[in-house]
């Protein structure tokens, strides 16, 4: 059974950095296009980033020049490099791996942002 769980989350200051870790169990990690999204509280989960297998990232537009998505497939690891964060980048962030066998998600980790 395939795993995924993320790790790194934590309270930092405004314009502090975090660096997210997506694990995953089995061999589906380097033929999965990994997503992280979020979800703040009280709003809609939220597309964050994605970087295919082959290495072609995507970003959302608040998120952009600030995070970067990085995966390495030896590892079975996925990153999410964030800095100059912000305090509306609280939320719950998650790691979602879809391969053409399933989707699949991890329990978030959270981010808190604040002075």
């Known amino acids: 059974q395939v795993q995924v769980a993320e790790s790194g989350g934590g309270l930092v200051q405004p314009g502090g950095s975090l660096r997210l870790s997506c694990a995953a169990s089995?061999?589906?990690?380097?033929?999965?296009?990994m997503y992280w999204y979020r979800q703040a509280q009280g709003k809609q989960r939220e597309l964050v980033a994605a970087?295919?297998?082959?290495?072609?990232?995507t970003y959302a537009d608040s998120v952009k020049g600030r995070f970067t998505i990085s995966r390495d497939n030896a590892k079975n690891t996925g990153y999410l490099q964030m800095n100059s964060l912000k305090p509306e980048d609280t939320a719950v962030y998650y790691c979602?791996?879809?391969?053409?066998?399933?989707?699949?998600w991890g329990q978030g980790t959270q981010v808190t942002v604040s002075s």
């Open positions: 089995g061999n589906i990690f380097s033929i999965s296009t």
């Open positions: 970087i295919t297998g082959g290495g072609i990232t």
């Open positions: 979602n791996l879809i391969t053409r066998a399933g989707n699949y």
